[in-house]
């Protein structure tokens, strides 16, 4: 599996992991991954510490998930993005809509 899903133990913080590719072949897994859950977690974080690349369909797909979590007023994070991902995200002005690290 490439897109792999954690919720902590109150249901409070859901954190999905991308392993590998973040491209359109994990579009359908990835929304999957928090579109299948029975409650809404407050915050959802989105690991990216195992992806090895990241391109504009991935973008499109974390507005997906925040828009799904409640948009300006949601509590999504990417971390763990290495440098070149955040230079993308910089550029796309994701870091005024995620909380990135």
Known sequence: MSVVTEMSPDGQKLTISIKGRFDFGRHQEFRESYERLDT????IVVDLKDATYLD?????????LRDHAGGDHSDVRVINSNSDVRKILAISNFDKLFDIS
Do not use: I, T
């Open 40 to 43: 809404r977690p407050d915050s």
């Open 56 to 64: 504009s369909s991935a973008l499109g797909m974390l507005l997906l």
